[in-house]
């Protein structure tokens, strides 16, 4: 324990009132036995995050990790990256339940430690400064058993540890719900802004236009003053370069040249103003690089992303570049290719993943209206995405206050720092 607790509580290591990691498989276990696997990657903070991830695995398949079985009531806690505290609490446990030796298996003794305030004591931040502090280890630091074992926990009567960990699910599971509700509200105004971008980049802002058919499968309608034609004919498109293998070679890195990569589009709030690579003079030998105001496409993982660079800069070839010719405004051409991401990903090969090359991205048509127009519709966008920012990062703080407040919340109830009385939880139940 870190925190300190009420005089009249006690505490005890974890594992003189608990059993750790009590039950696995057999080593001689069926090969066509099967039971469904939960790996570390499908727990995080606030316990499974999804349930169809967990999978069907047949013994002789699974990876040699899956041995360590879970019961009713007990805790799941990663001992690997405790940062990420991924901790699920298991209330009803198949008999086939089994989850990767990454985690340890908290199964307390129910005469002294109830099993969910035991999950409440595992998830608060005094365990988490705890298990950080005694991890071993730099890239995948790691909790040993000794060290884990030896966690303190604090141990209010039996009665009181029910009532609090009832306090706690009514209160969380009302944050939850809350934090819910403004990520739904987060979708949908993604949703609201596409549809804006996808009204103003291909019918315009002026709601009387008339309107002509277009010649499109995906876009039947245009203005009639509109010009379709192929997207290669009003953009430069040149894919990135990075010619050596293996691209991870520490030799081309570490100079003054910046190296975008596709995670910095995905990051990007419109422009590429932040890089997290560079390469030295060798590295720019095989690379190539291209001028500010390049609007930059990813062309594998995150496909059909753009963002434009604030700077010059390299990047490779997993990225084309779109560079405007004098006919075609820079910002319109980023909302146009954001509205047709989808027509993007419908280009993309299908090999062991999608991917997009610069020849079927310049094939596809689009329609272009008059320069002038081109710029306002823009600027139109523009406005429209500074008011979504705003509403979306108010959104935003809002999710990281009550995320805030349910940790807190935990630490201080499991801690004693919030005594929970009858009362509380009466009246939580009745609110």
Request: with cysteine; proline share 5%.
């Amino acid at each position: 324990m870190i925190s300190p607790i009420p005089k009249d509580w006690t505490s005890d290591r974890l594992k003189d009132v608990s059993a750790i990691n009590a039950a696995s498989l057999p080593a001689n276990t069926d090969a066509d036995y099967e039971f469904d696997y939960l790996e570390i990657s499908n727990v995080n903070y606030y316990g499974i995050v999804d349930p169809n991830a967990i999978e069907r695995l047949r013994y002789e398949d699974a990876p040699s990790r899956a041995r360590r079985r879970l019961a009713t009531n007990c805790t799941a806690i990663s001992s690997v990256r405790p940062n990420l505290q991924a901790v699920a609490f298991i209330e009803n446990a198949p008999d086939d339940l089994v989850c990767s030796t990454g985690f340890n298996v908290v199964r307390p003794a129910a005469h002294k430690l109830s099993p969910k305030f035991a999950y409440y004591s595992l998830l608060a931040d005094g365990a988490r400064q705890y298990f950080e502090s005694t991890a071993k280890g730099v890239g995948y630091p790691a909790v040993d058993d000794k060290d884990f074992q030896s966690f303190g926990v604090p141990l209010p009567p039996l009665l009181e540890q029910q009532r609090i960990a009832a306090y706690l699910d009514a209160s969380c599971a009302a944050i939850d719900a809350a934090v819910a509700a403004k990520r739904r509200q987060l979708e949908t105004l993604d949703a609201l802004a596409l549809a804006v971008i996808h009204q103003a980049v291909t019918s315009g802002i002026n709601a009387a236009v008339k309107l002509r058919e277009s010649g499109m499968d995906w876009l039947p309608e245009v203005p009639e003053h509109w010009q379709v034609q192929q997207i290669k004919r009003t953009c430069e498109i040149v894919r990135g370069k990075f010619a050596h293998r293996p691209r991870n070679d520490p030799a081309f890195y570490g100079g003054e040249y910046p190296f975008v990569q596709t995670g910095d589009i995905t990051a990007a709030r419109k422009y590429i103003r932040t890089y997290s690579q560079t390469l030295n003079d060798l590295g720019l030998g095989v690379s190539k690089t291209f001028p500010r105001g390049t609007l930059v496409m990813s062309i594998a993982a995150n496909i059909g992303d753009v963002a434009i660079l604030d700077f010059e800069a390299c990047f490779p070839d997993s990225m084309v570049g779109l560079i405007p010719t004098h006919k075609t405004d820079l910002n319109f051409l980023y909302y146009m290719m954001r509205a047709m991401k989808g027509i993007m990903l419908r280009s993309a090969v299908i090999s062991t993943q999608l991917n997009l090359n610069n020849v079927r991205i310049g094939t596809n048509f689009a329609a272009f209206p008059p320069m002038k127009e081109q710029k306002a519709i823009g600027e139109y966008l523009d406005v429209k995405e500074q008011e979504g920012f705003a509403v979306k990062e108010t959104l935003n703080q809002q999710i990281a206050t009550l995320t805030a407040y349910r940790k807190s919340l935990i630490h201080e109830c499991v801690t004693g720092q919030r005594r929970i009385t009858e009362r509380d939880t009466s009246n939580l139940m009745l609110t």
